[in-house]
């Protein structure tokens, strides 16, 4: 035979075997040219050796060992047993089969010279015995078989190969009777030379490491959520810092930023075994079943006690609720508040102007009780107190209370602090919103704590003068807030009808009881009367029953006391025996007293005797005198300007005044309380709005809004209102020319004034009141 | 274990004072001129308190909710250290109030037909 004709032999083939892979083909070749597959590699390759491995001679390495095969696996374990659950107990295992399949091969070479291969290719038989190559069996039963089974799977193309195939071998057959076979050619006429180039052995080196844990974790997230736990991180930094201090000797603490950091990602790793820790605590604990059904129970009150602490938190958030509300329901008062400006003023020549009534306040309880008091807020705008009691003497109520109350909820107070007896008087601290002294009609103060803290959770009371000795012996008619002292301890004054004035000093350090107010009388009014002679022979000092109170704006030690008999002390609080000046300025009592918020030397006082006057300090006779004609409950300045007051008479009306328009009559009179019965008791201007509050003796409070013309502010030369140091000024001027006006006739004609000085007429008054009072 | 369930053995009689304060406010709320229901819930919306129905209180804590959702992420988006605190959704026939708290959601809902109301008056004159 030709030397060429195996691989002859294998291009014939190749038509034959068709769609078969190419990977069958090049094994063929190379089982030609090379004895295994990756044999020249591996002679070329120097093989490793481990270090520790066994050196041994060459008669070792020759010397037979013997080994026994036998059918029976001697590492394969007798007498196995294994725990059964139903039966409680080992049983024997039952023994498997003992055989080791070690490779498995479903072959597809056939021998040569083999049934098989008789059966396969009948026709070449006869050529190629000689072939020592085993013939590859086509993977499909052969499709030269049937042409016609299309339903073997095999594609279109394929059959149409498969035929074209079939009708070469026909011719082939013909041709291989005749001749030798020659090289064979498929039906696109392709000869397939092949040849093998030396392929780079494939060799896999791989390596398995422990796949690191991995979780699936899914958020949201955002700019804000980030920012949220940047700052739950940094507020836990700090702890979590010493715990590694603690863990590591404290070593690691004392490093920089860069230390922070890392003892931050220890921090977490530490907070990861914690976790791990707490997970296989409660491993731990829900194998106790019992445990389980406690935690359960707890994690249901928690859930009841939870809604509950939200509920009771929403207080807060319902209270502003409650305002919007308020503001809903009265948003045209607000706007009136707000924006109404009585357009009628502008035309008005003698500079006259209304009050307009905005809200009304009133509380269920407080329906039959007097407003003793009115105190604003000085820093909060909206914000004032009152203090409900009884002037009523022969019908006393005995219980009061203090009422905070806001514009911005009209129905209802802010705060409530319900006091055992009437409240006579109330003042907010101008610095500390929080503070509220109260005088009651036992005498004694008590001090409103409104700022929660913690000690006094629910915002009430606490501090409260519980001592015997200190306190008044008859109702406070005034309290008023001094000058923080030396420590910064808020401290006040009160007076009360038994002729005291006793100065309060809040002690932060005594807390609890009455332990943190402690009381220093200061002046006891005696009366510029000789004593009078008792009954039994003794004689008495009389003194003066304290009515109202004023403490100076500037000279925070000099104040001013009203007295039932119609005096008006200014004392000293530097010295209490002796009194700077004792004006005989009513025949009633005095019922309000203030300081003019500009002018230093004038205050303003009224009474019951029908009068309301002006003072300047230095005389002994008041400056302007006004004479109304019916009692006069109470006055007040107006906080905006040094000619403007206010006053209430006990037909309910509301009287302004500005000095400056007008000397003689009023520029407003309004009748302010509905009921013909209601006597209004006070007046308070707002610090901020032009707002006007008045309490009658039902309870119930009427803000009333000024007009422009009820509030001239100085304006400069182009109009815009002056407002800081010239404004002061400005109103202290206006004031002071005012005086002149009245002081400079004083030399020829004695004061202008329209005083009852006629004792005789003090007691028609005196007899008058009574008759009404009965 | 024994702590907690001591504080948990029950609502303590501080909260029960301060709840029945919470519950004055609400009924005095919802006396209020137009108001017409006054919801407390808690942070999954689930009422605590209420003055409406289910249906409707169902409804709105859960519209509310969401919107108080949308306008927290809003202002909070524009900048984190701010925080919402109430929205007030101004509709044809209703305003309706809420207050925003990590730990509740107060709504109050108010008819605000006064101005309709007005105007029939207006017209009758």
Redesign the interface.
């Given at each position: 035979m030709a030397p060429g004709k195996p691989q002859q032999q294998d291009q014939g083939k190749a038509p034959q075997e068709g769609g078969a892979s190419k990977g069958k083909k090049r094994g063929k070749g190379r089982r030609g040219n090379f004895e295994d597959d990756y044999g020249y590699s591996r002679r070329d390759q120097n093989l490793a050796k481990p270090p520790d491995q066994e050196k041994l001679t060459e008669t070792q390495l020759k010397e037979e060992l013997v080994r026994n095969l036998s059918c029976v696996d001697p590492a394969k374990m007798k007498n196995r047993v294994v725990w059964d659950a139903n039966e409680k107990g080992f049983i024997l295992a039952q023994d498997e089969e003992q055989t080791i399949h070690m490779f498995h091969l479903d072959s597809e070479l056939i021998f040569k010279d083999s049934q098989e291969e008789i059966k396969e290719y009948p026709f070449s038989l006869s050529e190629e015995v000689e072939d020592p190559e085993f013939v590859e069996k086509k993977s499909p039963p052969p499709a030269s078989a049937d042409p016609s089974s299309s339903n073997d799977g095999i594609s279109d193309e394929q059959k149409a190969t498969e035929e074209a195939e079939d009708a070469d071998e026909k011719e082939e057959i013909a041709q291989a009777k005749e001749e030798k076979p020659t090289k064979l050619l498929n039906q696109f006429n392709f000869c397939e030379r092949a040849s093998q180039t030396l392929n780079n052995p494939i060799r896999e080196h791989s390596a398995q490491t422990v796949p690191p844990p991995r979780s699936s974790y899914k958020d949201y997230c955002?700019?804000?959520i980030?920012?949220?736990l940047y700052e739950s991180d940094t507020a836990n930094r700090p702890k979590a810092t010493k715990k590694v201090a603690a863990g590591g000797g404290g070593g690691e603490g004392e490093e920089g930023e860069e230390g922070e950091k890392k003892e931050g990602a220890e921090g977490e790793e530490k907070k990861d075994k914690a976790k791990d820790t707490k997970k296989d605590k409660e491993r731990e604990g829900k194998v106790a079943a019992k445990e389980k059904v406690?935690v359960r129970k707890?994690s249901i009150?928690?859930g009841?006690?939870?809604?509950?602490?939200?509920?009771?938190?929403?207080?807060e958030?319902?209270?502003?609720?409650?305002r919007?509300?308020?503001q809903?329901?009265f948003n045209d008062v607000l706007h009136d508040f707000k924006y109404y400006e009585d357009a009628s003023d502008e035309f008005r020549e003698t500079g006259e102007g209304t009050i307009l009534p905005l809200w009304k306040f009133a509380y269920d309880r407080a329906k039959k009780h007097h407003v003793t008091s009115i105190s604003w807020a000085q820093s909060e705008p909206d914000m004032f107190a009152v203090s409900y009691g009884s002037f009523n003497f022969m019908h006393p109520i005995l219980d009061g209370m203090v009422l905070i109350w806001s514009l911005r909820n009209t129905?209802?107070p802010e705060h409530i602090w319900m006091a055992p007896k009437g409240a006579m008087s109330c003042a907010i601290h101008p610095l500390q919103d929080c503070l509220v002294a109260v005088g009651l009609y036992d005498g004694n103060v008590a001090l409103l704590q409104l700022r929660e803290n913690e000690e006094n959770?629910?915002r009430s009371v606490i501090l409260k003068n519980c001592h015997i000795v200190m306190k008044h012996r008859s109702p406070i008619w005034s309290v008023r807030w001094a000058d923080n002292d030396m420590d910064n301890n808020p401290n006040f004054y009160s007076c009360g009808m038994d002729g005291q004035v006793i100065h309060w000093v809040i002690d932060p350090s005594a807390s609890g009881g009455g332990g943190g107010l402690s009381g220093t009388p200061i002046a006891t009014l005696h009366l510029p009367v000789p004593p009078v002679q008792g009954p039994d022979g003794t004689n008495y000092n009389l003194f003066g029953c304290a009515r109202a109170m004023a403490i100076h704006p500037k000279e925070r030690s000099t104040f001013l006391v009203g007295t039932a008999e119609g005096n008006i002390f200014q004392c000293s609080m530097l010295y209490g025996s002796r009194f700077q000046q004792i004006y005989n300025a009513h025949f009633l009592p005095v019922a309000a007293l203030e300081w003019n918020y500009f002018h230093p030397d004038v205050f303003l006082s009224c009474s019951e005797d029908w009068t309301i006057k002006v003072w300047d300090r230095n005389d002994s006779e008041p400056m302007y005198v006004f004479e109304i004609g019916v009692a006069i409950l109470d006055c007040a300045w107006a906080p905006y300007s040094s000619t403007v007051f206010a006053a209430v008479t006990e037909e309910g009306k509301t009287l302004v005044y500005d000095l400056n328009v007008n000397k003689e009559k009023p520029i407003c009179c309004q009748q302010v309380v509905t009921k013909k019965k209601v006597r209004p008791n006070r007046i308070a201007f707002n610090p901020y709005y032009p707002l006007i509050v008045v309490g009658d003796d039902r309870g119930q409070l009427t803000t009333l809004k000024l007009s422009p013309n009820l509030r001239n502010l100085p304006r400069d030369p182009k109009g815009h209102i002056v407002d800081g140091e010239p404004r002061v000024t400005f109103e202290i001027n206006k004031m002071t020319k005012l005086l002149s006006l009245v002081r400079d006739p004083e030399s020829v004609t004695g004061p202008k004034t329209l005083t009852l000085a006629d004792e005789k007429q003090a007691k028609n008054v005196l007899s008058i009141m009574g008759a009404g009072k009965k | 274990m024994s702590e907690k369930e001591h504080k948990n053995s029950g609502p303590r009689i501080e909260d029960l004072m301060v709840v029945e304060k919470v519950e004055s406010i609400i009924d005095r709320i919802s006396g209020h001129k137009n108001v017409e229901g006054v919801i407390v819930c808690d942070k999954e919306g689930a009422a605590i308190q209420t003055t409406m129905d289910n249906t409707n209180t169902v409804m709105y804590a859960e519209g509310i909710r969401n919107a108080v959702i949308m306008g927290t992420s809003m202002v909070r988006d524009c900048d984190p250290t701010n925080d919402l605190l109430y929205i007030r959704i101004g509709s044809k026939k209703l305003e309706m109030l809420a207050h925003s708290d990590p730990d509740y959601l107060a709504i109050v809902i108010q008819s605000r037909i006064k101005a309709a109301k007005k105007e029939v008056e207006q017209n009758a004159i």
């Open positions: 955002n700019a804000w980030i920012y949220d406690r707890a009150l928690e009841t006690a939870a809604q509950e602490a939200a509920l009771a938190k929403s207080a958030g319902l209270k502003i609720l409650e919007l509300v308020m809903n329901v129905a209802f959770s629910n | -």
